[in-house]
């Protein structure tokens, strides 16, 4: 439908702030009445293709949902490193204690300790899987034992430990294995979100062309009762010249009222499909005033994107298509995805049915001195050194948890896989199809075009003949009827292959 020759004029930007109209001034106590003006007609929105496409990608209110939900779970990825950050803690205490000599080596009949103690510890997780401790402790003790060496004392300990997992729970894959999980999320997600824009485009170009067959489909239901108005007019002259009888004029006028309802009907259907699409390409802001949003909805839709042309129409090969889709599909790369988090997940599990084995390795430091300062220097300086090297085995002994975790995470990833070739088939078959329906709906648009030819033809030799009286006004009302049907089923033919086209690009996942 050629539609760049109406004069419709919109100045209204994508998703732009909704001006409501001002509220109506209050009327003064004596003021005369005065006739309402013609309430004005709204302003023609003028849409082409890109722009509804342009619109349904920045306004549609699925996409703004999933563009949150996508937000959320970049969140969480980037929020699961936190594992490695490093972790403190600090412990102050005082203790007074009393106790009675259990024996004379006590050092008093009463022991009396005053003991403030102070204890600090920074944990440094690896993504080796291993981990680096340093302690200090500082215990300051006033008692009254005879056989300590100092009344008041300050004995310190400083302890740097690192640990590292040899068999289970060891290296970089099982150690970051949670958060390569949380990225596969978010890569899922974003997979998802493509799917559903392409969803939304193919929603976008289908009501779109369903938007302009419409009314196509009222441009030929008004020619059509154009016709009936021009056969009851003529009729109409005959009858008053005495030539035509007052059945003619009849049929006619009946004639004329069945192809004025059907435009009614075809109008509501019209109505329908603008309601359509303006869910899909018009957005609402949140907590908009619901007479805002019903001011842009009555706006009337005017497609400028003229039905798909079949003399540009190329027929592609299926295999051509299937390998643009193969590796264009956002549905396959989300199912791939699915399949490297399996694969982490078993890799997870055969490292949890192992035992655990823990190299360590510590350095550690006492001082001892009725001086704080010297004790600490002492401790600092490594005076008295302690260092230890260890390996610690341990397990459960039959470990069925990991074993059932290992078996199930291997099911899955079978699961994962099948789900992949199913995925691949069903994507076959949405090409296949998508071609084949292609290359019908433009057969079917060949023969809709010789049908409105010949359909013409017929109506003009009818018209001949009646102008000569050798045919009856019911015969040339049914030429005209059939006229209108080849219109309007080449209109259908028309509106199908745009959208066999719209379907054909979501197939190739372009």
Same mark, same amino acid.
């Given at each position: 439908m050629n539609v760049t020759g109406r004069a419709f004029v919109l100045a209204v930007g994508v998703c732009a702030p909704r001006i409501a109209a *001002?509220?109506?001034?209050? @009327?003064? *106590? @004596?003021?005369?009445?005065?006739?309402? *003006?013609?309430? @004005?007609?709204? *302003?023609?929105?003028?849409?082409?293709?890109?722009?509804?496409l342009r619109r349904a990608l920045e306004c549609n209110l699925d996409l703004a949902i999933d563009a949150a939900n996508v937000e959320a779970q970049r969140a969480r990825a980037l929020g699961s490193w936190g594992a490695f950050d490093p972790t403190y803690s600090l412990r102050a205490a005082v203790q007074d204690r009393e106790q009675e000599a259990p024996s004379s080596l006590t050092g008093a009949t009463v022991l009396e300790e005053d003991t403030q103690s102070f204890e600090g510890s920074l944990g440094l997780p690896l993504t080796s899987g291993g981990r680096f401790d340093l302690t200090f402790t500082t215990d300051n003790q006033k008692t009254n034992s005879q056989f300590s060496l100092a009344e008041v004392s300050t004995t310190d300990t400083v302890r740097l430990a690192y640990t590292q997992p040899l068999l289970r729970g060891a290296w970089r894959g099982y150690a970051t294995s949670q958060q390569r999980l949380a990225e596969l999320e978010l890569l899922q997600a974003r997979e998802r979100r493509e799917k559903?824009?392409?969803?939304?485009e193919l929603s976008v170009r289908q009501a779109y062309w369903d938007l302009v067959g419409a009314r196509e489909q009222e441009s030929v239901r008004r020619l059509a009762v154009d016709l009936a108005q021009e056969q009851v007019q003529q009729n109409q002259r005959r009858l008053e010249v005495g030539v035509g009888t007052e059945v003619d004029v009849l049929q006619a006028r009946t004639t004329l009222a069945q192809r004025e309802e059907q435009l009614l009907s075809l109008q509501t259907t019209v109505a329908n499909a603008e309601d359509a699409l303006r869910a899909l390409v018009l957005g609402r802001a949140h907590a908009e005033p619901w007479e805002q949003t019903l001011s842009v909805w009555k706006q009337p839709l005017v497609p400028t994107t003229s039905l798909f042309d079949p003399a540009a129409l190329e027929i592609p090969a299926a295999g051509p298509v299937l390998a643009a889709a193969l590796s264009g599909r956002s549905e396959l790369a989300e199912q791939r995805l699915r399949i490297e988090a399996a694969e982490v997940n078993l890799a997870r599990t055969v490292s949890e049915l192992r035992p655990s084995l823990d190299a360590g390795l510590s350095a550690s430091?006492?001082?001892?001195?009725?001086?704080?300062?010297?004790?600490?220097?002492?401790?600092?300086?490594?005076?008295?050194?302690?260092?230890?090297?260890?390996?610690?085995?341990?397990?459960?002994?039959?470990?069925?948890?990991a074993l059932g975790n290992q078996r199930a995470s291997r099911a899955e990833l079978r699961a994962a896989l099948l789900a992949y070739d199913k995925a691949e088939l069903t994507v076959l078959t949405e090409v296949r199809s998508a071609v084949r329906e292609l290359a019908h709906q433009a057969e079917a648009v060949a023969a809709a075009e010789k049908s409105v030819a010949l359909a013409q033809r017929q109506l003009e030799a009818e018209q001949a003949r009646y102008a000569q009286g050798l045919s009856t006004t019911f015969q040339l009302l049914e030429f005209q009827q059939q006229l209108a049907t080849a219109m309007g089923s080449r209109t259908v033919a028309l509106t199908a292959l745009s959208r066999a086209q719209a379907q054909l690009l979501r197939a190739r996942g372009a």
């Open positions: *001002p509220p109506l001034a209050a @009327q003064a *106590p @004596q003021a005369p009445a005065v006739p309402a *003006p013609a309430a @004005q007609a709204l *302003p023609a929105l003028e849409l082409s293709l890109d722009d509804a559903l824009r392409a969803d939304v430091a006492f001082g001892f001195d009725g001086d704080p300062g010297e004790a600490f220097e002492k401790t600092i300086g490594f005076d008295f050194p302690t260092l230890e090297a260890s390996l610690t085995l341990s397990g459960p002994l039959r470990n069925r948890t």
